[in-house]
């Protein structure tokens, strides 16, 4: 890990400071802060921690994308999937960048925090963040006094979580990320324009959308409007299908699953769906999903991709409980984007080496199964 990050660091104090960093991430120490990852390091003070999260001159950037190269070089596969949500951070005070009295669904409830849009990849290998922006609100966005303290960039605008989510998953589509569905909760899948999006660059997804989210539809020369509960709820019995949402702590995740074809129109070999999934304990409980994906593609197929989105709530408590995604003590801009990234890092080793043990695990099922050809062959 520090030899395929260390290009990312100009000078070789700041290659030592930031493997200290990580070090210490990875140690049982349970405050990540300035003063915790110093004593870990057997430092005297935390200047040099400190330091690189502050004064020093690096790109959090170029360091992401080593992580992100890193982390799909362990992770990558033809059937892996991109997830894109949001994690608030508690903050008490008003100086944090981008901090403000929000909706954080971390806590359930509007708070004093800040909001990072994330993306992470999984695969059959595993999971791991792979991209962050901080969520800039108008307040601060507008406000050049508070931006100046933050050091936010000058080319650093307003911009909604749906449209930083838009720019990411380009950009790591751009990259080249394997992938065969995107997935996100209804923030994003509303949002019509990172639909359009995926849609123009004919990437399958499945987006989880609102009850109440309205749909027009020309039928017979007449507007007709509705939303995907009232669709929903006028599929005969039948319609509905038991499947399975993937493997969960306790066995396979099985709903009822039903879906309706969308008549919009589509890139040829396409098609849009509107999908339920229903609760076989509760059945009003009902989540509703916008599926795109090539023509032919089964229910059973875009269920199995829904059932992964949590895998990103995964990586939010993992790197939260263990590595301090949420102890983050710097207040500017670059500050911030510093220490998630080497979060991020501390994360896809671990990603790595639990990839590694499953490609070995793999291995020897295929060596000692009858009939098959070895991992090997």
């Given amino acids: 890990m520090r030899a395929f990050i260390a290009p990312a660091f100009k000078r070789s104090e700041q290659r030592a400071s930031a493997g200290a960093f990580i070090d210490g991430l990875l140690s ?13 390091a057997g430092l005297e003070r935390p200047y040099r921690i400190q330091s690189l999260l502050g004064r020093s001159s690096w790109s959090a950037d170029t360091l992401c994308e080593r992580v992100r190269s890193y982390a799909m070089e362990a992770l990558g596969d033809p059937d892996g999937v991109l997830v894109v949500d949001e994690t608030g951070f508690l903050k008490k005070g008003v100086h944090s960048v981008g901090v403000g009295r929000q909706y954080s669904g971390t806590a359930g409830r509007i708070e004093n925090c800040q909001i990072g849009v994330f993306a992470s ?5 595993g999971h791991a963040l792979i991209d962050r922006q901080l969520y800039l609100p108008k307040a601060w966005a507008n406000d050049p006094e508070r931006r100046a303290k933050a050091h936010v960039p000058e ?8 449209a930083i989510a838009c ?19 209804a923030v994003y899948g509303s949002d019509h324009r990172f639909r359009r999006m995926l849609e123009d660059r004919g990437q399958p997804y499945v987006l989880a959308v609102r009850s109440n989210h309205t749909l027009r539809f020309l039928e017979e020369w007449a507007l007709v409007q509705t939303d995907p509960a009232t669709m929903i709820s006028e599929l005969p019995t039948e319609a509905w299908q038991p499947l399975s949402a993937g493997e969960g702590a ?36 009902i989540a509703y999903y916008f599926a795109h994906a090539r023509t032919g593609t089964t229910l059973a197929e875009l269920a199995a991709a829904a059932g ?41 080793f671990l990603a790595r080496v639990t990839a590694d043990q499953r490609r070995a695990a793999y291995g020897k099922r295929n060596e000692t199964s009858p009939g098959r050809q070895t991992a090997a062959a």
């Avoid at 049982?28 to 870990?40: C, H, I, P, S, Y």
């Avoid at 939010?316 to 890092?345: I, N, Y």
Wanted: glycine residues 6%.
């Fill in 121 to 125: 990849y999984a695969s059959r290998w």
């Fill in 28 to 40: 049982g120490v349970e405050r990540k802060t300035g003063w915790m990852l110093a004593e870990e």
């Fill in 155 to 162: 080319n650093v605008a307003f911009a909604t979580k749906p």
């Fill in 250 to 285: 306790k066995g396979q995740r099985l709903y009822d699953w039903a879906w309706v074809p969308l008549g919009y129109q589509t890139a040829e070999g396409f098609s849009r769906w509107l999908l339920a999934r229903r609760s076989l304990r509760d059945p009003q409980n």
């Fill in 167 to 185: 720019e990411m998953v380009a950009r790591l589509l751009d990259a080249g990320a394997p992938c065969a569905f995107v997935l996100a909760d």
């Fill in 308 to 348: 992964l989105r949590w895998t990103i709530e995964e990586c939010f408590l993992r790197t939260k409980d263990d590595l301090g995604l949420d102890h983050c003590e710097a207040r500017s801009w670059h500050g911030w984007h510093r220490h998630m990234s080497l979060v991020m890092a501390a994360a896809a």
